[in-house]
């Protein structure tokens, strides 16, 4: 089955305690991007990628890092998270040409106390 | 400020056509109009998306104002399965995706 992976659902952990938020895609797609989503904001694009080795930043890049060594993943770093970055985070991914439409992750709930 | 705009909610009757609109005022003329939906618990799923023109698929139709400055996702027959959050959003060339804050469509049977 076509799919987008998000690892873990849901997370708690403590400011200042690094993490990753991994996402795979088995569907060879170039580009994969990530996403926060808070109340009252909408999604908001943290980073996306073209392609292997290919990173860029979105509207809200700050505080996290992304790495693309492989087609199929690009995890989410938080070096060292903060209590606003408590949110829910979406992962997805497209064909990296035209218009083909994203297809998502069932997202990860992150809260940092 | 955001690049879409949209009503924070709406409310249909089942089998009745629903008028979705958003409005984007800025768009720049090789952006692309795109709208999803995302149900309870579940990441957004893609709906329809137009440039121009209007467009149909099984889901919905996309209507684009001739200034490209609103545009209104239109479900034909509006069932309990459609009852969800719809993000009007805007797809630029440098691939970035700006999404609106979202209508909940609510369906009443």
């Known amino acids: 089955e076509a799919q987008v992976t998000q690892n873990p659902r849901y997370l708690i952990t403590v400011t200042g305690k690094k993490l990753t938020v991994t996402c795979s895609q088995n569907?060879?797609?170039?580009?994969m991007s990530w996403y926060r989503q808070d109340p009252g904001l909408g999604l908001r694009q943290i980073y996306y990628?073209?392609?292997?080795?290919?990173?860029d930043k979105g509207d809200v890049p700050e505080g996290y890092k992304v790495s693309r060594k492989e087609k199929r993943n690009f995890p989410l770093i938080l070096e060292s998270p903060s209590p606003n970055q408590t949110s829910l985070y979406f992962c997805?991914?497209?064909?990296?040409?035209?218009?083909?439409?994203?297809?998502f992750g069932n997202g990860t709930r992150l809260t940092v106390t | 400020d955001a690049k879409t705009t949209q009503p924070n909610s709406m409310e249909s009757n089942e089998e009745e056509p629903v008028h979705l609109p958003c409005n984007h005022s800025?768009?720049?003329?090789?952006?692309?109009i795109h709208w999803y939906r995302q149900l309870p618990s579940q990441g957004p799923e893609y709906v329809i998306h137009?440039?121009?023109s209007n467009v149909n698929n099984r889901m919905a139709s996309l209507a684009i104002a001739e200034d490209r400055k609103s545009s209104t996702l239109i479900l034909h027959r509006a069932t309990l399965r459609d009852a969800a959050v719809y993000y009007c959003?805007?797809?630029?060339?440098?691939?970035?995706?700006?999404f609106g804050t979202g209508t909940s469509l609510t369906v009443i049977p």
């Open positions: 997805a991914s497209r064909i990296g040409t035209g218009n083909s439409p994203l297809h």
């Open positions: 569907m060879n797609h170039e580009y």
């Open positions: 990628s073209m392609n292997v080795e290919v990173t």
């Open positions: 800025t768009i720049s003329g090789t952006d692309y």
């Open positions: 137009g440039l121009t």
């Open positions: 959003i805007l797809r630029t060339t440098g691939n970035q995706f700006y």
